[in-house]
């Protein structure tokens, strides 16, 4: 019988978290979520090159690459069958332990976590038809001091998703509390009007993921010019074709929020292919 | 010997939270920090109420007082020596465990902790004489969803108090993102303006703390009108007198903020002995 590891604290498996760890106190850390396929993590280098970039954002020093991938090799071992199939990693490093107090201790030592869980099942329909979205009330704060960093301050995030239970709906559009455009509670999100490209801008919230990043630098590829800019609602609604992405699905077309719909086009399949075989 | 145990997680002495704790994973739940004396927590109807009136918010059941109380007879028993004195209690309530994904399990029970550590020893000079704010860069993001609620998602915090080193600084100075004056990174803040006592209105973001909701309920005793109110940092900086307060040291009166001076008071240390003894 093989045992099934299901996650690795600090390169020891099923270890559990101090209650005095930052991560828990107070959410002092970052996160990412990415593909494992044949025991390698999909998109590594702009995984490590974001969760670095992530944490030093807040100031912690983020374990090496060497370190990471070695406990990624440990917890997904190519030599277990059912790891020729892809499975999920989710990464999170947090500042470490410390006493009670905002300050961190002068020296700290980072929590490194790697979380195993199977890949999501998606409908069918996502990948041939597209997706709904709900349209959240719940607003993102402006806090240009973390924004676009994946930290672990999710509560606007979990209030947006407990805003919808029906099956049918894949995720909610976020707008910020200015009312623009920003992400959807687990996706990054692009518009296409003619020939152009749109994601919004993420300088004061929302979380740049890597799969709008590697979108952004496939302006030949599609032929189409990629670029941030600042997105209201009725823009995003009188859009020709929106899509969604993240690391685990790839790109979805998007066919409703709200009443609005779009038929359906062939640009989010066209980008998934290109990101999965590009 | 006596074996002095520091934590208690759902019930149990000194254990560890799981990787899966979505307080942990997202900062979803939140916490109360009180004085224990004699086994008691002091101020605890306030604490208690707070705390369940805070997991309302982001729909955590809270458990009941008399678990928790049970809880901190356990971590704090009368007939520990040091346990004659004042020493902190930290509970932390958070969502439980989940899987992967910001919505929460259709099921969840709340994991609860409680966190023991000495009391703080303050500088006989903040008793007599008063503290220095250091006026903080990060500041406050809108957020009304969770305006008022100690919630564990504090980088904000964390981000603010990293702003200085200097012993000589007692706390910081936070500002929203519209520059109107909110709180510090551990108090809230009072300015009085002759007869009038103003604490900064907490509906867009800021933590409403329990010192701060009784020192409002003290207008006869103190011989002031106490009232919420737009506050911005030049009227602040014009006021009478300045004063802070969290549950640990009551309240102090602020004599610096950045090259701002004010003359020693007697506000403060009223205040301070009317909710000791009061």
């Known amino acids: 019988m093989i045992h099934h590891h299901t996650s690795l604290v600090n390169g020891s498996f099923d270890q559990e978290i101090s209650a005095l760890d930052r991560g828990f106190s107070y959410g002092d850390g970052v996160f990412r979520t990415m593909k494992i396929r044949d025991g390698q993590p999909v998109s590594w280098p702009f995984h490590y090159q974001k969760l670095v970039a992530d944490c030093a ?11 990471l991938m070695l406990d990624i090799q440990q917890l997904f071992p190519i030599d277990e069958f ?19 107090g905002y300050a961190p201790p ?7 976590v790697i979380i195993k869980s199977a890949m999501p099942t998606y409908a069918e329909t996502y990948y041939v038809q597209g997706i709904r979205l709900h349209l959240c009330e719940t607003r993102l704060a402006l806090q240009p001091k973390l924004a676009g960093i994946k930290h672990l301050n999710r509560l606007e995030n979990i209030l947006a998703r407990m805003e919808w239970r029906e099956e049918s709906i894949f995720d909610g559009l976020m707008l910020d509390t200015n009312a623009n455009v920003i992400e959807c509670t687990m996706s990054n999100i692009f518009v296409r009007v003619g020939g152009h490209l749109y994601t919004p ?3 004061q919230c929302g979380v740049a993921g890597i799969t709008r990043q590697r979108i952004l630098g496939l302006e030949s590829l599609l032929g189409l010019t990629c670029s941030q800019a600042t997105l209201t609602l009725p823009e995003l609604l009188s ?14 077309q998007v ?19 290109i990101l999965t075989h590009g």
Chains 1, 2 share one sequence.
């Open 201 to 203: 801008d993420l300088s």
């Open 255 to 273: 066919t409703a929020v709200g009443n609005q719909t779009w038929e359906q086009q062939n640009l989010a399949s066209k980008i998934r292919n």
């Open 106 to 112: 002068a020296v700290t030592i980072p929590t490194r």
């Open 82 to 100: 059912d790891n020729a199939e892809v499975s999920v990693a989710k990464i999170i490093i947090t500042r470490g332990e410390g006493e009670r």
């Open 57 to 67: 954002v807040i100031g912690i020093v983020c374990p090496s690459a060497e370190l």
């Open 239 to 252: 859009a020709d074709e929106v899509l969604i992405c993240n690391s685990l699905y790839g790109a979805f």
